[in-house]
């Protein structure tokens, strides 16, 4: 097996707020190798969004502090790097989608300007992006990699749309051009988040096929984080469900879709409807999510747990291992059970 | 029970200054939905599926065609009938932050639909409350809950209160206008769960408004696609999701992404 | 961007019919005698009938107003009962003084006024940020009128820097006149030393002149850069690599002047009222003063010319003020 | 991202706990507090009140700032002080009745406006934009000149150019709201146009327009002033600031302290009110609370 690209390891956030200090993620564990797509799922709140955020330490602190834990990206522990080391490593090492195309494109400047400055960028530290090109000509060469990205995510005439301001594209195309900026600066890692949600259905299976055919082409691993498990089932080869700022259970997107393990996993699969879903019974989950500031011992799902039992509120509960990358997080599983 | 017969809608025309572009929203639809039968209507954005929720709750008047209701032409009506017509017609938004008004009470916000057609449904004020207590038990809050501000809730209590809001001038015909889009699914599933025992109970006839193919499949007996202001295909749940007949409606279903990681159109190429 | 300008430009007919509309129902239709008002506090009996024919006030307001509008465009803006010429002509020999002033207070408070509200923005919270907030609102809240009464007791009556007031020493010999605007014409002259002096005189004015429409632009200025920090596009630049000092110089600065210019249309009204306050106190010969010598003469005309006057100059920076957005702001071209 | 549902009321509490920390906003609120007490008895604890009606002591002329007269007195003998007090009161008076007037009218019209839209929205926005190309100084400036002195015409002429802000306020606030969900919802359940806009629209637009309404009494009690200053509005012997300062403009520098003391209560008033303002902002404006 090949050096994790990104490895996340008992990573702890708190964040400060008004009512107290939130523990909002508690101890993450996530790795994601080149060439895996790892769906990062989970419902409001619950942290994805954080995580990812962590992997180019955009988290604002002060009101957030990492209390423990590492990032390792390619090896090296993020936590402990520079602002300026951190600077040298976003866009180059890794690239970043958001969610809404129509406010993450700065509107006054052309998507050429935007583009441009990001390849500029990455190619101060590594200028073979530019093909080398000595300082006088590294803007035109920015450009003509720029054009040559556009046509990648499928803008046509990019030579001569280059030139337009964001608002004059459909947002599909917005997020393409997002893309394009994410990956021009040639990152290994590539993280989304909620990339589809604003869009379209016939829009979102675009871009998703977008996703994957860059992927597989350039052997990126990607953060995908998403609340819709049937995106998750599409795109990735691999999921992580997070509850409450845990991931409470991972692996192979077949293993853990198809023999959920986790309580909380199996609730949120039920809750979805599918072809077949019989009218009426569909089941929601009781309950609220426990507050983050002063949470409960223990498992966070027990209070909503139907097989929650006093041993859950012990601890935090270690994730037992269910087959090659399967495992979850519940006292109720034994090793190896799928 | 609702019968949109070749239903046009254009927006735009004069104004004191300047003139503002026609836009089509709406052009020959025809759509039926029967009594005690939940009708889905899909389409993506700009699909005028809200333009037609507008017309059928008397917010908009359609520019051709008609729009029955139980036989009656909605766009002949006089003021009074048009206030009457309103009691039976209501609708559940999406946002469930944005459909209750920020500074009234639960009690004022649910109440409110029986003050308006207060001489219709002879409620006095006490009784009132009653029944607004009555509504929030069905709809699975409690008389506790009378008193307090929608910022007190969470998204799915909220969309519980405006379900309740929606029923209390006892309607017919209930707009559905993508209630569950902004939930989590979890939330979203005791939602549906909710609707799906409502419209048993009370034999309500509705009219659900969604982008999400799964959810219309779930729970609506009927169900009709719209494109750029015309409807592409019609028919029961069943027919159109197993063997649909226009390309707009197949294109569609092939691109809704599916739960199952055996069936993911990207591996299937 | 050239027809937007065309039809910009073509807009201000009606806007400039509004403003006459205005002035003409401010004269006439407010209750009060308008030839008596007019024709001054020491007129004969004769001579207010006199006006009144000339008003024509016997006919009906739309034959009233086309005769003053008529009027107006022949350069027929009323007599002034004090200087007893022509209120155009008094406009005329005034306007390039105010102008002067509020070229150079407007010019001052944005040179200034946007660096130093982004510095806010970015030093946020901290104290060079909190500072800026008290003094800037400290500004605002000072009357024009007493800050530069204050600087005349400071800087030219007790430490005798620059002059009390005026436009240009008695006596000195003027520069030629080109564009009315001293400094500008002495620089065209090749005349340093006037140019000095001008300076000089114009110095106190437009400094007490600028400092409320300066700390307006510093807090504006603050409010929309915190404002833009705050959008999506600006994570996404962050998240892309691109440097603190690049997304704040370019790609937020642009955004924030934007917004701000908006504001800044608004407030040049603010700016343009004060120069009756200021020339009042620096005895700065400009329009403002025009007006304040006619309120205490009770020469009615003269001041209806100002408020139209300046009515227009606040119409055209306006206009200006659009073009200089829609130069930033693709979108805005469109509307 | 975060759970968003008690968003709103610890919204508020924080908005407060903000409020009282601020130094400044709790200074700004003393101030309008007293100089609120003062404009209510300012005649009655001043310690010249005969030197209001216009009594002269020309034996004291010009005295310096000291026990007797803390602030001097000016070219009458008068007791700059007991001025200075008087004149809280028609200053403060005319700037609140001056922002009352104005907002009344302001909000009417803009409600008005954004409610119904289409043509009345058009025809009554032009006629704002109209009123708001003449600087709102020019324009009371105009007015009063026409209508003749006195405090009455005073606050009509600035009222008068007062009421298109708040009427450009409301109307995009109104417009904001009346497409919200809970408005339609109650549209849809039949609604009449006075429920929809006394129950639903405006209390949900009221706070802007609070937050408007103490910046604009600062600003008023400017442009009174101003007009005192340059000598429409208020005549002597009525003690009003800006009158104060624009006499007292030919004793400087010799006699300061007659130019000073007024020009100071014309800029603590006005601070204070920006303060407040300010504060109330932070209070109630979601947006502006960064």
């Excluded at chain 4, 926005?125 to 003449?134: A, N, P, W």
């Excluded at chain 4, 849809?188 to 129950?199: D, E, F, K, S, T």
Aim: glycine content about 10%; charged content about 15%.
């Amino acid at each position: 097996m090949s050096e994790p690209l990104l490895r996340i390891a008992d990573l702890h956030l708190a964040m400060r707020s008004f009512d107290g200090e939130a523990h909002v993620l508690n101890g993450i564990e996530l790795t994601v190798r080149a060439g895996e797509i790892w769906g990062v799922v989970g419902e409001t709140g619950c942290g994805k969004s954080l995580t990812g955020l962590s992997v180019s330490r955009l988290v604002p602190s002060p009101p957030a502090r990492y209390l423990s834990g590492q990032i390792l990206l390619e090896g090296r522990d993020l936590l402990r790097a520079t602002e300026a080391e951190m600077r040298a490593l976003r866009g180059r090492r890794v690239g970043m989608i958001f969610q809404d195309p129509t406010t993450n494109l700065n509107p006054l400047f052309s998507i050429g300007t935007q583009l441009i400055d990001v390849a500029l960028h990455a190619a101060r530290h590594s200028p073979d992006i530019l093909d080398d090109a000595p300082r006088g000509r590294r803007r035109r060469a920015a450009r003509a990699l720029a054009v040559r990205m556009l046509e990648k995510v499928g803008i046509r005439d990019a030579a001569v749309r280059i030139d337009d301001y964001p608002h004059q594209f459909s947002g599909g195309m917005r997020q393409r051009v997002l893309i394009a900026m994410a990956l021009i600066g040639r990152p290994r890692l590539l993280v989304a988040d909620e990339p589809t949600t604003a869009l379209d259905v016939s829009v979102q299976a675009q871009i998703l096929q977008l996703i994957y055919d860059l992927v597989r082409e350039r052997g990126l691993g990607v953060m995908f984080i998403t609340h819709n498990l049937a995106v998750v089932a599409e795109l990735c080869s691999h999921v992580a469900v997070m509850y409450a700022g845990n991931v409470v259970e991972s692996g192979d997107v077949r293993a853990v879709l198809k023999s959920p393990a986790h309580p909380y996993t199996r609730a949120l699969l039920a809750a979805v409807p599918v072809a077949g879903t019989r009218r009426g019974s569909l089941a929601g989950l009781p309950g609220t999510v426990p507050s983050l500031i002063d949470p409960p011992p223990g498992c966070r799902f027990a209070s909503r747990c139907a097989s929650a039992g006093p041993d859950c509120l012990g601890g935090k509960p270690p994730m037992v291992p269910l087959g090659e990358t399967h495992q979850a997080a519940c006292l109720r599983l034994t090793s190896g059970a799928g | 029970m609702l019968r949109i017969e070749n239903v046009g809608k254009t927006f735009g025309g004069a104004r004191l200054f300047g003139r503002g572009k026609a836009v089509t929203a709406l052009s020959d639809v025809t759509l039926h939905v029967p009594r005690g039968q939940s009708v889905g209507l899909v389409g993506e954005s700009g699909s005028g599926k809200t333009t037609l929720a507008r017309c059928v709750l008397l917010l908009d008047r359609v520019t051709s065609g008609r729009i029955l209701f139980d036989g009656t032409d909605l766009s002949r009506l006089t003021r009074r009938e048009m206030q009457a017509m309103r009691a039976r017609i209501q609708i559940v938004f999406q946002d469930p932050y944005a459909s209750l008004n920020p500074r009234m009470t639960v009690r004022d916000t649910v109440a409110e639909p029986m003050e308006i057609h207060r001489h219709r449904l002879k409620l006095r004020a006490g009784g009132r409350t009653d029944r607004v207590v009555e509504l929030l038990e069905r709809v699975g809050l409690a008389a506790q809950h009378l008193y307090r501000f929608p910022h007190e809730f969470s998204g799915g209590q909220r969309q519980r209160i405006g379900i309740a809001r929606a029923l209390a001038s006892a309607p017919e015909l209930l707009v559905l206008d993508e209630p569950t889009s902004a939930l989590d699914v979890s939330v979203q599933a005791q939602i549906l769960t909710l609707l799906t025992d409502l419209q048993a109970q009370l034999g309500l006839t509705t009219l659900f408004i969604s982008h999400d193919l799964a959810v219309v499949r779930y729970i609506c007996d009927r169900v009709a696609f719209l494109h750029h202001g015309r409807v592409t295909e019609e028919g029961t749940t069943e027919e159109v999701f197993t063997a649909p007949r226009s390309d707009y409606a197949r294109a569609l279903l092939a691109a809704m992404p599916n739960p199952d990681p055996d069936r993911s159109f990207l591996a299937r190429g | 961007m050239l027809v937007f300008i065309v039809r910009r430009v073509l807009l201000l007919i009606p806007v400039m019919v509004g403003l006459t509309l205005l002035v003409f129902a401010i004269t006439r239709l407010l209750p009060g005698d308008p030839a008596r008002l007019a024709a001054g506090p020491n007129a004969s009996p004769e001579q207010i009938q006199q006006i009144a024919r000339e008003f024509g006030l016997d006919r009906s307001l739309p034959a009233q107003y086309w005769a003053y509008a008529t009027g107006l465009l022949r350069g027929d803006w009323g007599m002034s009962i004090y200087s007893r010429r022509p209120v155009l002509q008094d406009l005329e020999a005034y306007l390039p003084a105010t102008l002067e002033l509020v070229l150079a207070a407007m010019g001052l408070a944005v040179a200034l006024g946007i660096p130093l509200g982004l510095l806010a923005a970015a030093q946020r919270n901290r104290w060079p940020d909190m500072l800026t907030s008290v003094v800037s609102l400290g500004a605002i809240s000072m009357p024009r009128f007493f800050l530069g009464l204050l600087f005349q007791l400071c800087f030219a009556m007790a430490l005798g820097w620059l002059p009390l007031g005026g436009r240009f020493p008695l006596g000195e010999d003027l520069p030629a006149r080109v564009s009315g605007l001293l400094t500008i014409d002495a620089l065209l002259a090749g005349d340093l030393h006037a140019f000095g002096v001008a300076l000089q005189y114009l110095t106190l004015p437009a400094v007490a002149m600028s400092l409320s429409p300066l700390a307006t632009i510093v807090r504006m200025m603050r409010a929309s850069t915190i404002e833009v920090l705050h959008q999506d596009y600006v994570t996404t630049e962050r998240a892309l690599g691109l440097s603190r000092r690049l997304i704040l110089l370019k790609y937020v600065l642009k955004n924030a002047v934007s917004a701000t210019l908006t504001v800044i249309g608004l407030y040049f009204g603010w700016l343009l009222g004060g120069t009756v306050l200021v020339e009042t106190v620096f005895d700065w010969p400009g329009i403002g003063l025009y007006a304040t010598s006619a309120v205490l003469t009770q020469d009615f005309m003269p001041i209806v010319g100002v408020t139209l006057c300046i009515g227009t100059l606040f119409v055209v920076g306006n206009l200006l003020i659009d073009i200089a957005i829609a130069q930033l702001n693709p979108r805005a071209r469109l509307r | 991202m975060s759970a968003s549902l008690p968003r709103r009321r610890s919204g508020l509490r924080r908005g407060f706990y903000r409020f009282r920390q601020s130094v400044l906003s709790m200074a700004g609120l003393a101030v309008v507090m007293v100089l609120l007490l003062v404009a209510v008895c300012g005649p009655w604890i001043a310690p010249y009140p005969q030197d209001l009606s216009g009594a002269v002591h020309t034996a004291i002329r010009f005295q310096p700032p000291g026990p007797a007269h803390w602030f001097g007195t000016n070219e009458l003998g008068q007791d700059v002080f007991s001025l200075v007090l008087a004149g809280t009161r028609i200053s403060l008076l005319s700037g609140i009745a001056v922002v009352a007037i104005g907002s009344a009218v302001g909000v009417l019209i803009g409600a008005v406006a954004g409610f119904f839209g289409g043509l009345i929205d058009d025809g009554l926005m032009r006629l704002v934009d109209l009123v708001l190309t003449i600087p709102s100084l020019i324009l009371a400036m105009a007015v009063a000149a026409a209508l003749g002195p006195g405090i009455v015409n005073m606050i009509a002429a600035i009222a008068l150019s007062w009421w298109p802000g708040y009427a450009r306020l409301v109307r995009a606030e109104v417009m904001a709201k009346k497409n919200e969900a809970f408005v339609v919802a109650s549209t849809a359940a039949g609604a009449g146009v006075v429920r929809l806009l006394w129950r639903h629209i405006l209390p949900n637009v009221l706070s802007p327009v609070i937050v408007k309404m103490s910046l604009d009494v600062g600003f008023a009690v400017l442009t009174v002033a101003s007009l005192g200053f340059i000598g429409i509005g208020v005549r002597p012997p009525a003690a009003e600031w800006g009158t104060l300062l624009a006499v007292a403009r030919g004793n400087i520098p010799d006699y300061w302290w007659t130019a000073i003391f007024p020009g100071l209560a014309i800029f603590l008033a006005v601070f204070a009110f920006n303060l407040l303002g300010d504060g109330l902002r932070d209070l109630l404006d979601p947006k502006a609370r960064r």
